[in-house]
RNA sequence: GCUCGAGUGGUGAAAUUGGUAAACACGCCAGACUUAGGAUCUGGUGCCUAACGGCUUGAGGGUUCGAGUCCCUCCUCGAGCACCA
């Protein structure tokens, strides 16, 4: 094969790269199959959602970072994989569907294509037969069969709960789109609403998930945000009796060492025993209390900055350290949703208390005393007991758990943890999601079809059938089949959510409306059905019409990539031995918290079932690329005009330039500016690189039959110094080093024939096409890509003289250039370095009390 | 309020992890080539000073022969959490 390459005499960056682009597409370059003989490495993106904007000019930051350590750990002779796909569900698709009445599919195949497109055009090394899009029945049939295994082991369940509800667009939101009590899209305001809802039980995995961050390899940040998501805390569940009731009240504590300073207790307005306690006498303000909270919004409730609010109930509770009477009061301080709703309030030790007992005027008592002596109040940190009867003179610390013991003993406490966490709620009300693949049916016929032997759809049944009553009628979630899968979005051209807050899926009644046969799994639409057979085993069902979140695709698209069409699993299994999880996983800190976890649960829940036999982690290197700001220092806004478009920068610099640039801005990991002056530097860096390969007429320079030595030892510098700074995703200081050997190499003559191909290859995996092309025009057959990373030779690094600084009193006086470096003892330095010249007016008339020699780097001579 | 992270030239930044602060690049200044330069090349460019020299990594203190780097106090910016008992 003869080598081939762009016809262009000048650097005609456009012609190079669409050349190469049809090259790599041609000869299929990045597709890859399991090679048991080689070690593999997944590198993984975060998918995009394919908006109707294009690519944004943060997205080539975290592709590129990715495409060069592909490249790289291809040359240093991995199997690499390096998919893509599309996350394309979501609202923007459903509004455009809303407005325009097209099907949310076609528009999003565009936008897929026009993405699709760009990212061609920035020359990404990228198997594009791996290509995966969450909206491909081929692919979220699998998502639902996900769910069906949740289901069926018992961590799906519906259950009525408060959900988002934004008027003004129709539609309910999920939390992550309510920001400050508006919706994120448009700034309308936004209601609770309470409807059933499909919750997936992550809470069950609470500490599964919280010990998995121990190893492994992320941004600190983000593990702590997912810690703090989780939120675990340890204490003590406490019973107080109730004065004059039989009933008790449970509070939950991270405080025991406190108790002898409860002087109250508060239960949330929501609480059970609101009812049941209040003295006659204050019945009338409870009411309308609980009334006034419940109006409440949440974001009124939760405002820090307002005072206090509670209402007295009259009833007494027996405070089991002292035995002391103590009021109980309700305040929506208190949330009914963590712990048991209901706290014992010690103000001299927890700000929140003390603010609500100044207000109500009720007794604080101290009963820690601060070490440091400082005894304002409160107090919230750890101490000595004081006023604690027996405990007094403990630290807190040994106190929470002998108090707990005790309290154990006596029957009215036991250990207790608690999570912040909370269920998943998975339903969303909107067409442009996975359906749900649940058919509901009457509870009594679920339990008829229980009883028959020949019940189909008992693979994917859950233990206790979930189910919801609706008009009085008790209802049993019904799961369909593998071979009824993927259930399909029916068509249709009316996109909008009913007013009550309900999908609009329930108003294609043909869907929605079926006949199932449970004896023979048969399912057919009730308007197609000849009423006459509507008996046994065919029973009357109806649709779950609500569909998935966003979400839901995201949170396994990682193993899709390793077999995306296969037919028969979720991942070949051949496929997953190999590939196992990602080596390597970049994208935005934004779901440092919410797709991170639920992939993380996702995984483990699948590792458990035994669908994959990978580690129980699915991403042991995490990385989040920093978001490039406009030139003006501002997040890019339309509104603020300082988007940049990098079909542009395409445009008047090329792909290499553009991606060149992007890794040269700075650390990878932080948020920084974009220039568009800088990129003219890096553009004349390809320019000079051009330049040292080609001649004016197009033909290749004769390069010189030997380097000097200086030049040698910077050459072996950058080979090892690109290398070092790729593994470590120092890309900035990489581009640096590649700049100073250039300059170096230049204004010594020019490379020789040896670090002319070098230069090349450790160029390649930054800017590909420039590299493949002088690659092809110095003589090589092939790409770039398949050739081997440069080793570089330690021994031409080390300079035969050497620079030592000397300092006097810590401050550079002189250099000394020594030859032989190694073989020179301290004392014939610091004779040599005595001897300068410029030394010497320092320390001539001064007393030397301390000489410090670290080798081959620094004399100091301390004088007074 | 709490928890992290960050503050270095006119700008983006670098600094072998305690050892010459400002590499590399942008911008700017001067020069060369040019009909021309917003092309290219060469040189200069932290601050003060006429110079010798002195000063300099948000501010102040400390440890050290030596601090951008470690410790303490404070200031500013960014991120996350925010009545979770």
Known sequence: MLAVYSQCKQYDFDEIELFWQKFWDKNKTFCVQEDFSKEKYYVLDMFPYPSGAGLHIGHPEGYTASDILTRYKHAKGYNVLHPMGWDAFGLP??????????????????????????????????????????????????????????????????????VWWCEELKSVLANEEVIGGRSERG????????????????????????????????????????TAWIGKS????????????????????????????????VIAPEHPL????????????VKKYVEDSRKKSDLERTDLAKTKTGVQTGAYAINPANGERIEIWIADYVLVSYGSGAIMAVPGHDKRDYDFALNYGIAITQVISDVSGNNQLPYVGDGILVNSGEFNGISSEKAREKIISWLHAAKRADFAQNYKLRDWLFSRQRYWGEPIPIIWIKESDYQMALSNDKFYFKEFLPKEPVSYNKGGVPYCALPLCLDHLPLTLPPTDNYLPSTDGESPLVKIKSWVNVYVNIETGQIVSAEDFNEKNASFPWVLGRRETNTMPQWAGSCWYYLRYLSPHCETNIVDPKAINYWQTP????????????????????HRFLFDIGAINTGKEPFRRLFHQGIILGEDGTKMSKSRGNVINPDEIVKHYGADALRLYEMFLGPLDMMKPWSTKGIEGVSRFLKKVWNGYVDKNGNIKSFQ????????????????????????LKFNTAISQMMICLNSVQKAGGFDGASARNFLKILAPFAPHISEE??????NNGSIYNTDWPEYDDSKMIP?????????????????????????????????????GNVQKYIFDKKIVKKIYIRGKIVNFVVE
């Open 93 to 162: 698709a459903e509004q455009h569907a809303i407005k325009t009445g097209i099907n949310p599919a076609i528009n999003t195949a565009n936008n897929i294509e026009i993405f699709k497109k760009q990212m061609k055009r920035i020359g990404f090394a990228i198997d594009w037969d791996r290509e995966v899009n969450t909206t491909d029945p081929g692919y979220f049939k699998w998502t639902q069969w996900i769910f069906l295994q949740l289901f069926k082991h018992g961590l799906a369940y519906v259950d009525e709960s408060p």
């Open 187 to 226: 700034d309308f305001p936004v209601i609770r609403k309470n409807l059933c809802q499909w919750i997936l039980r992550i809470t069950r995995y609470a500490d599964k998930l919280l010990e998995g961050l121990f190893d492994i390899d992320w941004p600190d940040s983000t593990k702590r945000q997912q």
């Open 234 to 265: 340890e204490g003590a569940n406490i019973r107080f009796k109730i004065d004059g009731y039989d009933e008790e009240i449970c509070v939950y504590t991270t405080r025991p060492d406190t108790i002898f300073g409860a002087t109250f207790l």
């Open 274 to 285: 609101v009812e049941k306690i209040v003295a006659q006498k204050f019945v009338n303000d």
């Open 583 to 602: 080596d390597f996983y970049i994208g935005g800190a934004e779901h440092a918290v919410l797709h991170l976890l639920y992939a993380r649960f996702w």
């Open 705 to 728: 039959n030997s380097v000097s030595d200086t030049c040698r030892t910077v050459i072996n510098e950058t080979i090892r110094k690109v290398g070092n700074d790729i593994e470590e």
């Open 774 to 779: 002088l690659w092809a025009r110095i003589g």
């Open 800 to 836: 035969t003289s050497q620079k030592i600084i000397v300092q006097v009193n810590g401050k550079m006086r002189a250099e000394l250039v020594v030859s032989d470096i190694n073989n020179m003892q301290a004392d014939a330095i610091f004779e040599l370095a005595m001897h300068d």
